[in-house]
């Protein structure tokens, strides 16, 4: 009896403590959002082994994973894309995955930011190491770990205090663990600031910026602040000559499936884009790229509609411009049949 009653005290204390954690956050503003992790993005590379000649699968870093909204895509096109972009990465290594594990030919649109895009291929270089991965993930991923992601997504839907949210914004016991400083220990030199996370993920892996990037300059500013730490590091030069080697190896490949590539170079400013034009000169790279691939190749800079638009941190289209971004770029590659014009 004693026993009984002692596990209905832990249940009913266990039950008060979650309700009151989820309150307090809530009360926050923090809200429940998928994780967008490794096990989400081997879902959505799942489908690409089931895709048709007339499908499309998106591939690169951060810029065209926020800039090329699905919806719209869907909306415009018919059917919705496969999102495979991630933050901060080369889109190589997952070009190479499809083009060499998969019978995929329908379009692949890489999105090219050239600093990462022609970065390395040092496997342990961190634009390198991030995409492969996921790679590797996907191919070695267990049952138990499908099924462990499946039954987690119910979960992340419902609750706040699980967010799996990155950086200074994360809430979860991993990440109040890092904050903590222990005694007067000096900082690390050079050490990275602060960096908020700025984006919503939805299942799919769509992606979009949050609504205070638009309107708290403090909260955009802080995100600058990062670029400019990366931008001041001693880290070594994009290397052009491997990266478009293996870059043009696969893509002859998949041109000899069927395959299609469109390429695409998303908007950047300010700041963001003077450091491009100083280390991925456009003539030199990107017009050298486009040259060699021979495929439809699209810069935003050849386009005024697509020039001029707000990217709060330089780097990143805010949600309404990436909506307006996505219907132009629609149209432009209908009007230079990239795309059926249906």
Known sequence: MKLKNSLIIAIVISLLGTVTWELYWRSKGVKPSIDGNDALWAVERAKVDRLSKDDFVIIGSSRVHFDIQLDIWEEKIGNKPIQLAMGGSSPLPVFHDIVH?????????????????????????????????????????TYAQRLNHQLSIPLQNSFAFISETKGIDGINLKEFISKVKIGTRAEKPREMPPFHDFSTITIDRNVRMKKRMEIDTAY????????????????PLPDKKSTMAFFLKDLEKFKEKGGNVIL??????????????????????????????AVKSYHFEDYPQLQNL?????????????????????????????????
Not at 114 to 141: E, G, I
Not at 220 to 235: I, L
Not at 270 to 293: G, N, Q, S, Y
Request: charged residues 25%; contains cysteine.
């Open 101 to 141: 594990t998969t019978n995929f030919n329908g379009t692949i649109l890489v999105g090219v930011t050239p600093p990462l895009f022609f970065s390395t291929t040092f496997p342990k270089a961190d634009s390198w190491k991030r995409p492969q991965t996921n790679v590797d993930y996907f191919h070695n991923r």
């Open 220 to 235: 955009a500013n802080s995100v600058k602040h990062v670029w400019e730490f990366f931008f001041k590091s001693d880290g």
């Open 264 to 293: 695409l170079r998303c908007p950047s400013s300010d700041v963001f884009r003077e450091l491009e034009k100083k280390i991925t000169p456009r003539d030199t790279v990107w017009d050298d790229l486009v040259a060699k691939a």
């Open 310 to 342: 707000d990217l709060p941190e330089w780097s990143h289209l805010k949600a309404e411009h990436a909506d307006y971004f996505t219907k132009e770029l629609i149209k432009i590659l209908k009007q230079d049949n990239a795309i059926p014009n249906q």
